[in-house]
């Protein structure tokens, strides 16, 4: 459908993603971005108080169906199990009410936004793979929806065909040969095992964005990574500076409601203000702080 809005998407399949969504989407807001941001979610594992979250910050909240692979035997070829349900991006061919999508993985943070990779002239694109540059990451990609290419998709993911059983295997398979390349900019994937620290000084100051791949994400793994030097912790820290700057500040203030709480002898009026504190700091806080401990650290 042409003129259709042009909108950055994510795409939301757990709760335990929330922060990277939440992070992501503050990240382009920050970066003062023009576009309006959507999140495609399936409503059979995300919570309505993860969606109250969302909604504060995503423009378009788009509940999908789940696509699952019903053939896994290669995920487990990457030791990737937890993606069973990556054929659910697929899902973004079919927003046709949409004229063009740059679509980010929850796990992303931007460093600028990247407006103009709305404008580029070409159905599809994508930034290399760092396992193996030949393919596309899919954790970044500039999409035009459209229902042939969605049914094309869909057609394989019913085989279960994708060479690594995921949408990265898939999409590659689709596309193969037929995209354009982004730079590595737009999808700069850290490694802590290999990193290239002079090209890394050289090009610094144009990274688009980073997106940390593999199981384990900065929210899952706390702070202690950001605290180095290296390339890596310098990006870990990063997605903490814009998580922080959000919701740091909220999470210090519900400590210092919380130890009043437990007194028994508080006046009505203590109580009374005691509740207002704790109410008015809650609801801008991300469940995700609730959770558990690992994030707080
Ligand atoms: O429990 C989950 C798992 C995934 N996701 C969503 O799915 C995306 C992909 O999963 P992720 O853990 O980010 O995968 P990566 O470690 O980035 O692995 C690579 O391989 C995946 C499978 O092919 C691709 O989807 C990625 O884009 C690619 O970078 C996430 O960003 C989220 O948007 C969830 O919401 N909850
Ligand atoms: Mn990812």
């Not at 993911?157 to 060479?163: H, L, Q, T, W, Y």
């Not at 390339?231 to 814009?242: L, N, Q, S």
């Not at 700057?245 to 400590?255: D, E």
Request: aromatic share 12%; hydrophobic share 40%.
């Amino acid at each position: 459908m042409a003129g259709g809005e042009q909108v950055y998407a994510t795409l939301l399949l757990s709760d335990s993603y929330l922060p990277g969504a939440l992070v992501l989407a503050h990240s382009l807001r920050d970066a003062r971005s023009t576009k309006k941001l959507a999140v495609l979610l399936t409503l059979d594992s995300v919570s309505a108080e993860a969606i109250t979250q969302l909604k504060a910050v995503y423009d378009y909240v788009l509940p999908v169906p789940r696509i699952r692979n019903s053939q896994p035997a290669n995920l487990e070829l990457m030791n990737r199990g937890d993606l069973h349900s990556a054929f659910t991006k697929i899902n973004l061919w079919k927003q046709v009410q949409f004229s063009k999508i740059v679509y980010i993985d929850a796990d992303v943070v931007a460093y600028r936004a990247p407006d103009e990779l709305f404008d580029i002239p070409h159905a599809f694109a994508a930034a290399p793979d760092i396992g193996w540059p030949d393919l596309f990451n899919s954790g970044v990609m500039v999409l035009t929806p459209n229902m042939a290419d969605y049914y094309a998709m869909m057609a394989m993911a019913d085989k279960g065909i994708s060479f690594d059983g995921a949408d990265q295997g898939l999409l590659n398979m689709y596309f193969a040969n037929d995209y354009h390349r982004l730079r590595f900019s737009y999808n700069v994937t850290p490694s802590a095992h290999y990193q290239y620290v002079p090209a890394y000084r050289h090009l610094r100051s144009s990274i688009n964005m980073v997106h940390f791949i593999g199981a384990n994400k900065p929210w899952f793994t706390g702070r202690y990574a950001s605290q180095g030097s290296s390339p890596f912790d310098e990006m870990v820290g990063r997605w903490w500076a814009v998580y922080d700057r959000h919701y740091k500040v909220k999470y210090t203030l519900l400590r210092r409601c919380r130890p009043l709480r437990k007194h028994h002898s508080l006046s009505t009026s203590q109580n009374r203000s005691q509740s207002k504190c704790l109410a008015g700091i809650l609801k801008g806080i991300p469940y995700s702080l609730k959770l558990g401990s690992s994030i707080m650290n």
